[in-house]
């Protein structure tokens, strides 16, 4: 298993797409889109979470694994009332396999980890109304 340092470097290194209407949004760990702070103010939106299944703890997966254990988390998150959006993770470097996500908004961060943590991964990128996305892992450590 990657460690946090590694895993932190990995997550820094990634674009994360969401597809909203309209188009599809790249956010990046730190970084404001006023794109996508608009999208977020436009339809009220305080909270929100980009969440995936896929690779748990940053080891890779078969496709059909990543396949069925998204799945299950999108159908969590419908069974929880939540209505996600798509998404895609994209390793900066092309050395990684490009992960489904769900871009969920107004979820609240501590619902969004426990998801997160019942999937098996380390960390969720997450922000508020501002649109800035920050990383938080799912241990609690380092979160602001």
Do not use: H
């Not at 980890?113 to 019942?118: K, V, Y």
């Amino acid at each position: 298993m990657p460690t946090r340092s590694e895993l932190a470097a990995a997550f820094g290194a990634t674009t994360y797409r969401v597809f909203l209407p309209g188009g599809a949004l790249d956010l990046r760990l730190g970084q404001a889109s006023a794109e996508f702070s608009a999208w977020l103010a436009d339809n009220g939106i305080e909270r929100w979470a980009i969440l995936t299944a896929w690779n748990p703890g940053g080891e890779r997966r078969s496709p059909a694994d990543n396949a069925a254990r998204q799945s299950a988390l999108e159908v969590a998150l419908l069974e929880k009332g939540r209505e996600p959006y798509a998404g895609e993770n994209v390793a900066d470097a092309g050395d990684w396999p490009v992960e489904e996500t769900c871009f969920v908004p107004g979820i609240a961060g501590g619902e969004a980890l426990a998801l997160a943590a019942a999937f098996g991964q380390a960390a969720i990128v997450a922000g508020d109304g501002s649109g800035l996305p920050r990383l938080m892992w799912t241990d609690g450590g380092d979160n602001d």
